[in-house]
């Protein structure tokens, strides 16, 4: 049987997509009446992280334990990758113990080098290029509250970052059209842009993406590794703060979405996270669901 892994939102149809977010749904009705499902009794996952995280590592690691099994947190710092033992070795050493693997690191390829490597199903957790689980939540959230989002006019706000590429394949995936506004300079990726199918159009005036549409969306303005940036990216993304102000040119039943850490103030004011129209928190608890949806579907036959 071929292994099948998450790497990015393209590597399931999208029929396999609808279906997991359906899943999704149950698999949270599930846990809010109390029921027990645990298909995954002594089943093991490697949690490999070479960056920070709260919503990822405690939404894999609850998720597993919830399924009957068990997760394993490894930091690139406290294992001999971080010593500079190959990719492949470890993907080999690692899928030869566990059931599945999930990975947030740096470099799309290092996620790409392990899958050719595993023995089992990896999950990319973020990477520079990707955040592929962050959008099976999202999409899980906008269909609770929403219904399909095929034929809606989805915004993204900022940095041509990781979450803006994953919006970016959603589009093609899920069938929506996407309006990226951002500085020059901080355009996603042009191949990746071009592969969308003229579902995606990239301008630069916030306040004319945002109007007519359902759903906005940003995420923070210097990502982990850009650190170093933060000063200017800062003066870079002037005028491209998500505010009820802004919100208002939406549709009148518009959502917002971010897929925290949210940094009030900058990419989003405080009043913004307050809003009845904010859904953060919602995406946030969705993790667990999504993620529970996704290890189901590459373990459970
Ligand atoms: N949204 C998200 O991936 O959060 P963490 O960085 O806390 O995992
Ligand atoms: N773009 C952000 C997302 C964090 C969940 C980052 O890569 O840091």
């Given at each position: ?5 998450f ?35 002594n089943?093991?996952m ?38 500079g ?6 993907a080999?050493v ?22 050719n ?7 990319n ?12 939540a ?5 269909h ?6 095929q ?65 906005v ?9 850009q ?17 009820p102000?802004?919100m ?5 039943d ?6 925290l850490?949210?940094h009030r ?11 009845p129209r904010?859904?953060a ?15 189901e ?5």
């Open positions: 049987m071929t292994i099948r892994h790497l990015t939102l393209k590597d399931l149809t999208s029929d396999e997509l609808s279906t997991l977010i359906a899943r999704a749904i149950e698999l949270k009705q599930m846990r809010n009446r109390g029921e027990l499902y645990e298909p995954l009794k089943r093991v490697a949690m490999i992280f070479e960056k920070a995280s709260t919503r990822t590592r405690v939404s894999f690691e609850a998720g597993m334990a919830q399924f009957g099994g068990h997760a394993m947190f490894l930091s690139s710092r406290d294992t001999q990758l971080g010593r033992e190959p990719v492949e070795d470890t080999r690692i899928s030869s113990m566990v059931d599945i693997v999930m990975i947030r690191t740096f470099s799309h390829e290092s996620v790409e080098t392990f899958a490597n595993s023995r089992v199903p990896v999950i957790a973020l990477t520079d290029s990707f955040h592929p689980c962050q959008l099976l999202d999409m899980q959230t906008w609770e509250k929403r219904g399909s989002i034929g809606k006019t989805v915004v993204w706000i900022g940095d041509g970052n990781n979450m803006c590429n994953s919006y970016i394949n959603a589009a093609e995936q899920f069938d929506f059209k996407l309006r990226v506004a951002c500085p020059k300079g901080f355009e996603p990726d042009a191949d990746i842009v071009a592969a969308s199918d003229g579902r995606v159009t990239v301008l630069e005036n916030p306040q004319e993406a945002v109007t007519g549409s359902d759903l969306v940003t995420d923070v303005w210097a990502s982990m590794g650190e170093e940036e933060q000063r200017e990216r800062l003066r870079a993304f002037t005028g491209y703060q998500v505010t102000e802004l208002d040119l939406a549709n009148s518009a959502l917002f979405m971010h897929c850490p949210a103030g900058e990419e989003v004011s405080a009043s913004m996270m307050d809003d904010c859904v928190f919602d995406e946030a608890e969705n993790r667990l669901h999504a993620q529970k949806a996704l290890i579907f590459l373990l459970v036959p």
